[in-house]
DNA sequence: GCAATGAATGAACGATCATTCATTAAGCCG
DNA sequence: CGGCTTAATGAATGATCGTTCATTCATTGC
C-alpha cells in the first residue's frame, strides 16, 4: 500500500452504488445512501461523478462494454455452432453467477436511463444478443438445430439462463461447474440437439 | 351507466397505479403522479388505499391470487405429464401476454415491500412454482423426461417462458399463438422431448 | 518551503416526497 | 326535504431528495 494511497474513493463509489442500486433500484436510493457506504459526505460524490444519472450511465455501459469483451474473447476461437453455442452458455452462466449485481442493473435500470443513455445500452445489449443469433442461425442452416423462430428462441435462451441470477448462491447445492453444466444440457435439449452424454440415449436427427 | 355512477376510483387507482409502477417502478411513482393520472387530487387516494406500501401490496396478492387460481382451472382436467406441462406453458406465456404489467411487478417489486407483504408473497410463487416442479417430476419419473436438475429446470422454464414479456407486442410479427406454441416447442425440446410436429423427426426415448 | 491541485466537508437550496386532516360536496334512503 | 355515508379537496406537515458551493485540508511537484 504505496501507491494506492491516493483516493480509489471513484472506484468505492462505484462498487457501493452498484451494490445499492441492484439491492434496491436506482429511484430506491439516495446520493447520501452511496456516500454513507463509501465513509464520506454526500457532496463528494460530485468530486467524482457529475450527477446521480451519470453514475448509473457509468455503472450501466462499463459492464456492458466489459462483458461484450468478455464475450469475444471466450468465443474467438471456437469453430463449429455446436462448440459455440456451448460456449457462449458457460461464458453466460458464469459470467452472470459471478457478476449478479452488474448485470441485474444494466438488465433492470434501463427505464431510469436519460433517453440518448438508454439508446447507447440498447444497442450494446443487441450486439451481445446478436452473436447468439447468428449461432442459432448458422446452426439452424446447417441443419443441427431445430428451432422454431431464430428471433424467439435467442431471447428465450438468454431468458432462461439470465435466470440463474435468481436462486444461485454460493455454497448452495450446486456448484459453478454443475450449474454451467446444467444449462449446457438443457440449452442444447431446447434448440432439438441433444448431447449423448451417458451413452445411453440419442435423438435421431433426421432420418 | 345507471349503476356505474358511483365511484369505480378505487379500480381506476388500481389501474393506473400499475401501469405508473410497472412503467417507472414504485420507488420513481409518486402518488400525486397516480391521483394525476386517475384525475385526482393526491389526498383522495387515501379514501380508498391506506398508503403507497398498500397499494402496492394490493396489486401484487391480488395478481397472484388471480393467477394461481386461473392456473388450476386451466390444469383441472389435463392428466398426464407431457399434455400437462403443455397447458402450463401455454397457460403461462398467454397469461403473461395478456397482463405483462401485473406480471412484471409481481416480479420486480417484492423488493419493494416490507417483510410480512414479502413473505406473503414469496409463498404464493413458490405455490406456483410448485405446479411446474410436480410436472417435471412425475414426467421425469416415468422417463418421459431428460431432466438435469428438476429444481433447476423448474426455474429455467419459467425464466425462460417469462421472458415473453419483454420483446412480445400486440400486431407484432408473432401472434400470441404462434409465440404459444413456440414456447410450447422450446419446452419440450428442453426437457429432451421432441414432438413429432411434421412426422419426420422423431426422438427415441428409452431403447 | 510554497504554490497548486484534488478531494472532502457541511451547510444550504428549492423541490418533491408520503401522509394527515378539517372542510366541502354529493349521492342514498327515509 | 333532511340526515347519513362516502368521497374529494387542498392546504399543511416534516422528512428527504439531488445538487451547489464556499471553505478546509492534505498531498504533490517544484
Known sequence: MLKTKRSDTRNDVRREA???FSENGYAAVSMRDIAEAVGIRQGGI??????KQDLLA????????????ALNEALSDVAN???RLQAFVRFHVGYHIDKPDDVFIAYMELRSLEPDHRERLHTLRDRYEGVLRDILTEGAVHGLFRIPDVAVQTRAIIAMM???????REGGRL???????????MTMQSVGLIEPAGGERQCSIKP
Open 162 to 168: 439470465t435466470g440463474v441470477t435468481v436462486w444461485y
Open 81 to 83: 455452432p455446436v462448440a
Open 175 to 185: 456448484g459453478r461447474r454443475d450449474t454451467m453444466e446444467s444449462y449446457v444440457q
Open 46 to 51: 460530485y468530486n467524482h461523478f457529475a450527477s
Open 18 to 20: 452498484l451494490r445499492l
Open 58 to 69: 457509468d455503472l450501466m455501459t462499463g459492464h456492458m462494454e466489459t462483458l461484450i469483451e
